[in-house]
Nanobody, 122 residues
Framework: VRLVESGGGLVQPGGSLKLSCAASGSIFRINSMGWYRQAPGKQRELVAAITSGSSTDYADSVKGRFTISRDNTKNTAFLQMNSLKPEDTAVYYC?????????????????WGQGTQVTVSP
């Protein structure tokens, strides 16, 4: 199973970006998906998460500005980021809890994408 993020870049404060995370491979079911971020010198933190039933959870710092969603038909998650602030600058990582088919039947594993840089600067 592979996760590929896209959509990062440089944006001015107050601007918007939309991140995408596409999962591929021998996927039986994607359980929860989430977006994390890591700024220089800081620990990786949860930004937003979404369950298979589309229940969502957000870090307090992004509530009201970011929206997580998913398209189960395409095994893809999205993070719409509005009203971006310089403190949102970080590498954003996609995470997925995946049940996949294997030689032994079904297995479950947590996967990470390679990360995409988001920079918010004038």
């Amino acid at each position: 199973v592979r996760l590929v993020e896209s959509g990062g870049g440089l944006v001015q404060p107050g601007g918007s970006l939309k991140l995408s995370c596409a999962a591929s491979g021998s996927i039986f079911r994607i359980n929860s998906m989430g977006w994390y971020r890591q700024a220089p010198g800081k620990q990786r933190e949860l930004v937003a998460a979404i369950t298979s039933g589309s229940s969502t959870d957000y870090a307090d710092s992004v509530k009201g500005r970011f929206t997580i969603s998913r398209d189960n038909t395409k095994n893809t998650a999205f993070l719409q980021m509005n009203s971006l602030k310089p403190e949102d600058t970080a590498v954003y990582y996609c995470n997925a809890d995946v049940t996949y088919t294997s030689a032994s039947g079904l297995d479950r594993h947590d996967y990470w994408g390679q990360g995409t840089q988001v920079t918010v600067s004038p």
